[in-house]
């Protein structure tokens, strides 16, 4: 089966910075867009920043110039480097992926178990 799992969450002090991680597993055709999602205790999951097959990014405006999405196609990965991290930023952040795969004949919107990121002092 088809899985996408992230690393490289954990705690880290305001202003500091994490790189997470999200790696797809399985027979995969084609990864389509890659995205982070976030969910703070309470609210609702937050769309964080996308990457399209080609390369293009957009950002929630929260995070515009702290935070960098990038994909190793390669290595059907998904980057997500956060710079100047706030304590609001605590979350879980979630990887989402739309890929063609050996298990379905449509593409289908995949996610992943998601990792903590507690931003504090």
Do not use: H
Request: proline share 2%; hydrophobic share 35%; with cysteine.
């Amino acid at each position: 089966q088809v899985q996408l799992v992230e690393s490289g969450g954990g705690l880290e002090q305001p202003g500091g910075s994490l790189r997470l991680s999200c790696a797809a597993s399985g027979i995969i055709f084609s990864i389509n867009a890659m995205r982070w999602y976030r969910q703070a205790p309470g609210k609702g999951r937050e769309l964080v920043a996308a990457i399209s097959l080609g390369g293009a990014t957009n950002y929630t405006d929260s995070v515009k110039g702290r935070f960098t999405i990038s994909r190793d196609n390669a290595k059907n990965t998904v980057y997500l480097q956060m710079n100047s991290l706030k304590p609001e930023e605590t979350a879980v952040y979630y990887c989402n992926a739309v890929m063609r795969t050996a298990y379905s004949d449509y593409s289908t919107n995949y996610w992943g178990q998601g990792t903590q990121v507690t931003v504090s002092s």
